[in-house]
T-cell receptor, first 110, second 113 residues
Framework: TQLLEQSPQFLSIQEGENLTVYCNSSSVFSSLQWYRQEPGEGPVLLVTVVTGGEVKKLKRLTFQFGDARKDSSLHITAAQPGDTGLYLCAGASNNNDMRFGAGTRLTVKP | EPEVTQTPSHQVTQMGQEVILRCVPISNHLYFYWYRQILGQKVEFLVSFYNNEISEKSEIFDDQFSVERPDGSNFTLKIRSTKLEDSAMYFC???????????FGQGTRLTVV
């Protein structure tokens, strides 16, 4: 079963700053998803990446899938307090259904 | 916009009792999943279901757990004899294709006392 390591575990920044969070594994994924989760709610899908080297943009969020499909990053430009939340990556392979990392808890201070 | 719905939102049960958690996946989706999240911990995979059978299950999904799609719309998770450590948020998810674009419900908070 693939293990996903997310870093950093916690991140606290000021409004307007840029940040990058990472999702790494030794396994190759057929697809990787990024979710955002608010307390007491279910994960909300942000993006799915399937092709090595793929870059997807969602407003101020930029997602990149590593060339070898083992890792991914999420970059947020000019963070806002509304970006505060738990960011989860989840990867699936041909052998295993989607597994989650432990998440990065982001706090953006006004 | 189509969404996954789960009921109940909260369930409190006595240890040893059976519970059934219900989910209505997105209507044209074919793959269904259950995950759980113990308070403050990571989201853990329990089981996936396709074509009316389990396609994968984790070590957590022992013989106390079962899943069923009793009709064309519902997908249920049953815990036969609940234990204190079963207390968690249980999330149902569904996807149109295998391992892509999985959408989650809001979860059922199960508390075993």
């Amino acid at each position: 079963t693939q293990l996903l390591e997310q870093s950093p575990q916690f991140l606290s920044i000021q409004e307007g700053e840029n940040l990058t969070v990472y999702c790494n594994s030794s396994s190759v994924f057929s697809s990787l998803q990024w979710y955002r989760q608010e307390p007491g709610e279910g994960p909300v899908l942000l993006v799915t990446v399937v092709t090595g080297g793929e870059v997807k943009k969602l407003k101020r969020l930029t997602f990149q899938f590593g060339d070898a499909r083992k890792d991914s990053s999420l970059h947020i430009t000019a963070a806002q307090p509304g970006d505060t939340g738990l960011y989860l990556c989840a990867g699936a392979s041909n052998n295993n259904d989607m597994r989650f990392g432990a998440g990065t808890r982001l706090t953006v201070k006004p | 916009e189509p969404e996954v719905t789960q009921t109940p939102s909260h369930q409190v049960t006595q240890m040893g009792q059976e519970v059934i958690l219900r989910c209505v996946p997105i209507s044209n989706h074919l793959y269904f999943y259950w995950y759980r999240q113990i308070l403050g911990q990571k989201v853990e995979f329990l089981v996936s279901f396709y074509n009316n059978e389990i396609s994968e299950k984790s070590e957590i999904f022992d013989d106390q757990f079962s899943v069923e799609r009793p009709d064309g719309s519902n997908f249920t998770l049953k815990i036969r004899s609940t234990k204190l450590e079963d207390s968690a948020m249980y999330f149902c998810a569904s996807s149109a294709d295998h391992n892509t674009e999985a959408f989650f419900g809001q979860g059922t908070r199960l508390t075993v006392v």
